[in-house]
Structure formats: structure tokens, C-alpha cells
């Protein structure tokens, strides 16, 4: 069975901290993608990252940063240095191997609201 | 490029009416999705289509669901009756084929979401 967890419904900060966005995942599967998407207020989803399951390099991306561990089968997300325009919601999700071709398993979404 | 296209934005109906949602995929991309995000809840999977095919419809609640993708263009999601629990954001994606008929690592675009509100 596949399985995304994100424990954090709601995260409030104020312009300028940092925060870490938790993903963990379930999957039976050794060939597997995991994907952020964030979701502004406009709605569509937006892609942000891909990873698989074969490479655990942490990825940076300016403020944004990725740390995938298998070790753990999480997945998290950090913003650096916040700002307003990264109030959104931010869905992690998984897609493996043995699943039908290109369905999603989203988790529950974690709310970010940074204030000024 | 132009998005992935959904209309209408937002429907609000009553129980038991009727009510068909649309997307429009990017041009070129064969693969075409739909899911549901119920208020809090996990954004799910309804079903896939190949072009005009549907390889997937295991996501689908029930039978008054109904999707369509003649030509392989623009697909529809039909709901009839509309039942309260229906509510929800009704997502539309789609990606390219990838590679030996392995889209994993292919990336889904997504519209913006029409969302139906039941009452």
C-alpha cells in the first residue's frame, strides 16, 4: 500500500524564519518518486520538486531545500529565510513503480502562512 | 504554453441536480487525470485516460460518476445525482507518455480546480 503522511496541518511563521515542511511515506516498492507540489491561493498546483528512490542527494533549489531519507521514508521540506509570497499549501506525494501509470498519492496538505 | 484548463471554476448546485466538469490538457500530452480534494482530506485519484482510453477508473466513488475524453482531446466529469459528499475540488492533470510506457518520473500539471459545492 502506498502512504503519504503530513502531520502538520497548519504552520504559521514570520517573514524571515525558516520552516520544515514533514513528509513520510509508505511504499512496499524499491522503484518509487516523491514530488512536492505547493498550491497558492489562485489553486492550481504547482511543481516544485521530483526525487527517486535511487538517489538520496539533498537538493537546493535558492531558498528552497529538500532532504530525502530513506532510512526513515521522509521527505521534507525546508523554505529559508520565509517570505509572504510562500504562504500556500504544500502537498507532498508519491508515485511508485507498481502503480498504475502516473497516480498520485498525496498527503493531507500542510497550510504555510507567513506573516510580515 | 498554454496550462491545463478547467471550467467552470466554481459550481454550486443542489442535491440531486446535475453537473459536468472540463478540462483541457496541454496540447500533446496523451495522459490526462482527474482527482478530488475533499475539505482537509488527501487529494485522491479518480481516474486516467490514454488519449481516448481510460486505463484507470479505480479511483471513481461510484457510478454517478461519469468521465469522457472523445478524441483524446478535452475530457469531462459528469456527476448525476449530485449527492452532498460530492463536494470537493475536482483537480484535472495531465503529463506526457514517458519512455517504454513508464510515465513515473514524468511530472503531472494541474490545473486550478473547479470546485462543487453541493447543497
Known amino acids: 500500500a502506498q502512504k503519504v503522511t503530513q502531520a502538520q496541518t497548519e504552520i504559521s511563521v514570520v517573514e524571515k524564519e525558516d520552516v520544515t515542511l514533514d513528509c513520510v511515506y509508505e511504499?512496499?516498492?524499491?522503484?518509487?518518486?516523491l514530488f512536492w507540489y505547493k498550491q497558492p491561493p489562485s489553486g492550481e498546483l504547482v511543481f516544485l520538486i521530483r526525487r527517486n528512490s535511487f538517489d538520496e542527494q539533498n537538493e537546493i533549489s535558492g531558498r528552497y531545500s529538500w532532504n530525502f531519507q530513506k532510512s526513515t521514508s521522509s521527505f521534507n521540506f525546508t523554505i529559508t529565510a520565509s517570505q509572504v509570497v510562500d504562504s500556500a499549501v504544500y502537498f507532498c506525494a508519491l508515485r511508485s513503480r507498481g502503480s498504475t501509470l502516473g497516480r498520485l498519492y498525496f498527503g493531507r496538505g500542510t497550510q504555510l502562512t507567513v506573516w510580515p | 504554453e498554454a496550462g491545463v484548463t478547467q471550467f467552470p471554476s466554481h459550481s454550486v448546485i443542489e442535491k440531486g441536480q446535475t453537473v459536468t466538469l472540463r478540462c483541457d490538457p496541454i496540447s500533446g500530452h496523451d495522459n490526462l487525470y482527474w482527482y478530488r480534494r475533499v475539505m482537509g482530506k488527501e487529494i485522491k485519484f479518480l481516474l486516467h485516460?490514454?488519449?481516448?482510453?481510460?486505463?484507470?477508473e479505480s479511483g471513481m466513488p461510484n457510478n454517478r460518476f461519469l468521465a469522457e475524453r472523445t478524441g483524446g482531446t478535452y475530457s469531462t466529469l459528469k456527476v448525476q445525482p449530485a449527492e452532498l459528499e460530492d463536494s470537493g475540488v475536482y483537480f484535472c492533470a495531465s503529463s506526457q507518455v514517458g519512455q517504454r510506457g513508464f510515465s513515473g518520473a514524468n511530472v503531472l500539471t494541474f490545473g486550478a480546480g473547479s470546485r462543487l459545492t453541493v447543497l
Open positions: 485516460f490514454v488519449k481516448e482510453s481510460k486505463q484507470d
Open positions: 511504499t512496499r516498492d524499491t522503484t518509487y518518486y
